[in-house]
T-cell receptor, first 110, second 112 residues
Framework: SQQGEEDPQALSIQEGENATMNCSYK?????LQWYRQNSGRGLVHLIL?????REKHSGRLRVTLDTSKKSSSLLITASRAADTASYFC??????????FGPGTRLSVLP | NAGVTQTPKFQVLKTGQSMTLQCAQD?????MSWYRQDPGMGLRLIHY???????DQGEVPNGYNVSRSTTEDFPLRLLSAAPSQTSVYFC???????????FGPGTRLTVL
């Protein structure tokens, strides 16, 4: 079964609005990562947050991590049409493998 | 650096044929992995390797073999292709499962 589960499965917003995606996971983690995938392309790493961090920023991205709830959120502020993509959270498990959730499909409408 | 490269980009096979998807990285990463992605879905882990000579199964290993004779290369072999293996295959590498993963551009495979 998937280690990470993103929510919602799909999200449609207007350009300029903020987009929030959530991720829940099941086991203890070392860190949690967020990736973006544009249609038909490989995944691109966005941000990594360690288990001892609660919040991290990178440009228009803000990630939070709540290890007590086993959840993370990705906030994209002032969204642009170019942010249209699928977003995945991922975690390493037991130092042996790396598992992705099913993703959130974000559509930013002009 | 070329990063992670995959060949071929597209492939059409007939049921029962075998083939090897190639993956190479030039970043001296110990950890490499193969995923498949079906339409509208996330990535599912097929096999992974934590270093040369060491491989292990992921979530969906049936019908696939891997080997890791060098740090750079991690080929994925389809033993006897089935229509259910029609998918996009991604190879990735990283320093470890806990580090940023770098993805190849993918191989789009169709099995008729």
């Amino acid at each position: 079964s998937q280690q990470g589960e993103e929510d919602p499965q799909a999200l449609s917003i207007q350009e300029g609005e903020n987009a929030t995606m959530n991720c829940s996971y099941k086991t203890s983690i070392n860190n949690l990562q967020w990736y973006r995938q544009n249609s038909g392309r490989g995944l691109v790493h966005l941000i990594l947050i360690r288990s001892n961090e609660r919040e991290k920023h990178s440009g228009r991205l803000r990630v939070t991590l709540d290890t007590s709830k086993k959840s993370s959120s990705l906030l994209i502020t002032a969204s642009r049409a170019a942010d249209t993509a699928s977003y995945f959270c991922a975690t390493g498990i037991n130092g042996q493998n790396f598992v992705f959730g099913p993703g959130t499909r974000l559509s930013v409408l002009p | 650096n070329a990063g992670v490269t995959q060949t071929p980009k597209f492939q059409v096979l007939k049921t029962g044929q075998s083939m090897t998807l190639q993956c190479a990285q030039d970043m001296n990463h110990e950890y490499m992995s193969w995923y498949r992605q079906d339409p509208g879905m996330g990535l599912r882990l097929i096999h992974y390797s934590v270093g040369a000579g060491i491989t292990d199964q992921g979530e969906v290993p049936n019908g696939y073999n891997v080997s890791r004779s060098t740090t750079e290369d991690f080929p994925l072999r389809l033993l006897s292709a089935a229509p259910s293996q029609t998918s996009v295959y991604f190879c990735a590498s990283g320093l470890s499962p806990y580090n940023e993963q770098f993805f190849g551009p993918g191989t789009r495979l169709t099995v008729l």
